[in-house]
């Protein structure tokens, strides 16, 4: 509370800059500013209420969020959510979208892809493979057509993706064909 109470002073006293202030108080700027913000949405000068504690101007600061809609808010169901996401065309985004649908108080996306991939970590074993160099390429087609335009006659057509990567280097080479 010392350092906000001396950036209040600062500022409103002696009139400085952040960047002065937050040198003096050896703070960021950007905390400079945001105890600067904050002290204005609470409707704080300088010199501060007499009868106000530190106590008091910390509430006052930085207040609780808000309960009843943090208390409402319903956890996804990581299983479910892993076992849709094998699913064809099937995103973490299109999952967040349909539980924000269910409950619109509900995380974000951020948090929500984060979460997963904690709880994806301690599922998902992983084994490393090595692969020595010019030994092995690995080939295959990408699931979904794409259209393709001629670009004689403007038709468009569907056609599929060969994709092949090397082993070692993962060095990638992707094509589209006319068929398989």
């Given at each position: 509370?010392?350092?906000?109470?001396?950036?209040?002073?600062?500022?409103?006293?002696?009139?400085?800059t952040n960047r002065i202030i937050a040198k003096?108080c050896s703070i960021g700027r950007t905390s400079?500013?945001?105890?600067?913000?904050?002290?204005?949405?609470?409707?704080?000068?300088?010199?501060?209420?007499?009868?106000?504690?530190?106590?008091?101007?910390?509430?006052?600061?930085?207040?609780?969020?808000?309960?009843?809609?943090?208390?409402?808010?319903?956890?996804?169901?990581?299983?479910?959510?892993?076992?849709?996401?094998?699913?064809?065309?099937?995103?973490?985004?299109?999952?967040?979208?349909?539980?924000?649908?269910?409950?619109?108080?509900?995380?974000?996306?951020?948090?929500?892809?984060?979460?997963?991939?904690?709880?994806?970590?301690?599922?998902?074993?992983?084994?490393?493979?090595?692969?020595?160099?010019?030994?092995?390429?690995?080939?295959?087609?990408?699931?979904?057509?794409?259209?393709?335009?001629?670009?004689?006659?403007?038709?468009?057509?569907?056609?599929?993706?060969?994709?092949?990567?090397?082993?070692?280097?993962?060095?990638?080479?992707?094509?589209?064909?006319?068929?398989?």
């Amino acid at each position: 509370m010392r350092k906000i109470k001396e950036v209040l002073r600062l500022k409103y006293e002696r009139s400085l800059t952040n960047r002065i202030i937050a040198k003096s108080c050896s703070i960021g700027r950007t905390s400079v500013a945001e105890y600067l913000r904050r002290a204005e949405e609470a409707g704080l000068g300088w010199p501060l209420p007499p009868d106000l504690d530190d106590a008091e101007l910390d509430r006052r600061l930085f207040p609780p969020p808000p309960s009843d809609v943090a208390g409402s808010r319903t956890f996804p169901n990581w299983a479910e959510v892993h076992r849709e996401l094998r699913g064809k065309g099937v995103t973490l985004f299109l999952l967040w979208e349909e539980y924000k649908q269910n409950d619109p108080h509900g995380y974000q996306y951020s948090w929500f892809c984060e979460q997963y991939r904690k709880w994806a970590e301690k599922v998902d074993v992983v084994m490393r493979q090595e692969h020595r160099a010019g030994e092995k390429l690995f080939v295959d087609y990408a699931g979904q057509t794409v259209p393709v335009i001629d670009p004689g006659t403007g038709e468009i057509k569907e056609s599929q993706i060969f994709l092949a990567v090397l082993g070692a280097s993962n060095y990638s080479y992707a094509e589209a064909t006319g068929t398989q």
